[in-house]
């Protein structure tokens, strides 16, 4: 691959054939989404990378396992910050979530080839881009435990259902618990009519906040990914799921009544870590589990978690109104200090000559 007299990439990779076609749809579909102007920059150039690097290794992407994500980062580790380095494997990720269900794309690929890669995991790499620095011994309060993305991406794919419309009902949950930090009391009672597929958006109202409280009412909004799910779930499985269907008001629903209890929610969530094999016991009392690493609200951590450490884009102001805080306080909890972050941050705002 093309790089500069730093080692680090060139911007004049040329990308040739299905390699080029593949880039191309994939920043087609970032323009579809109305992506911003810094993430679509920053995912054009990850997978830019990644790509030529497939292309310089005659690797149909489409076929790439872990140990060529494994390959192309050991390439990359020691020419970029840690920062960078989360982003460009993020890139990655987002690329094959993308195109995966993209019908136009000649694929059989199941799983993306960073499910099981995780920088913190395997290679003690920390990627916070906090935009405060947490106080951790607020009033005594525990830190928040939560799971990273890549982790929380591996439950993909393994939720409970005999029947192909009760995968497809627990999958989008899930998804939906992961990416909108939405609480699973919330997610139950989702109105069908306030999903807007166009903008990616579902209005919906708060379990922890008074009526009149101006964040009582909030959106949430989802990745494009979960465009084929939520079609899926809405245009077909949905109607012959149940037989209350024609008659409930709500996105989900069961087969023997108009709506969901939150504790269905809680179980589907819990199953789907122990068929990952990715549930553990948090709090134990004489040998009996009393509380389990990954639930609903787990999720809802893990995702707000995600915005304000790996997400500048977001804010914290911005990430306390999609998670329905009343106060921002409660979102700094999230963050994590990284003053090397807080560096590479500050010195990248600076203008440049």
């Not at 679509?40 to 994500?69: H, I, M």
């Not at 990715?278 to 990954?294: I, R, T």
């Amino acid at each position: 691959m093309e790089r500069n007299n730093k080692g680090q990439f060139s911007s004049d990779i040329e990308l040739e054939g299905r390699y080029k076609e593949l880039h191309e749809a994939y920043l087609e579909a970032l323009i579809l989404a109305d992506t911003n102007d810094r993430t679509f920059e920053a995912r054009k150039k990850g997978t830019l990378y990644w790509l030529s690097f497939c292309q310089e290794n005659d690797l149909e992407p489409f076929e790439a396992k872990d140990n060529d994500v494994r390959s192309y980062f050991k390439q990359i580790r020691s020419q970029y910050a840690n920062t960078t380095l989360g982003g460009m494997i993020s890139s990655i990720t987002m690329f094959y979530e993308t195109l995966m269900n993209d019908p136009d794309i000649n694929t059989k690929m199941e799983r993306v080839p960073t499910h099981k890669f995780s920088l913190y995991d395997d290679y003690s790499i920390s990627t916070s881009i906090p935009d405060y620095i947490q106080v951790h011994a607020r009033e005594a309060q525990e830190d928040i435990k939560t799971a990273d993305m890549e982790r929380v991406r591996r439950l993909y794919g393994h939720t409970p259902g005999k029947k192909p419309e009760t995968k497809t009902r627990n999958e989008l949950m899930l998804r939906l618990l992961a990416t909108t930090a939405v609480r699973g009391d919330e997610l139950v009672r989702i109105r069908k009519k306030n999903v807007n597929r166009n903008k990616r958006s579902i209005y919906l109202n708060s379990s922890k906040l008074e009526e009149h409280h101006e964040l009582y009412n909030r959106y949430v909004f989802y990745p494009p990914e979960l465009d084929y799910l939520m079609t899926k779930w809405i245009e077909r499985h949905r109607e012959s799921f149940s037989s209350y269907a024609d008659d409930s008001p709500y996105l989900f629903l069961s087969t023997h009544s108009e709506s969901l209890e939150p504790a269905t929610v809680s179980r589907m969530v819990k199953q789907t870590a122990f068929n990952a094999g990715e549930q553990e016991p948090l709090m134990v009392e004489d040998g009996e589990v009393k509380q389990w690493f990954f639930t609903s609200h787990r999720l809802r951590h893990s995702c707000i978690s995600y915005w304000v450490n790996s997400c500048p884009e977001i804010g914290i102001a911005h990430a306390a109104m999609m998670a329905g805080h009343e106060k921002v306080d409660t979102t700094m909890d999230y963050t994590t200090p990284d003053w090397n972050a807080v560096h590479d941050g500050y010195t990248d705002s600076l203008p440049h000559n």
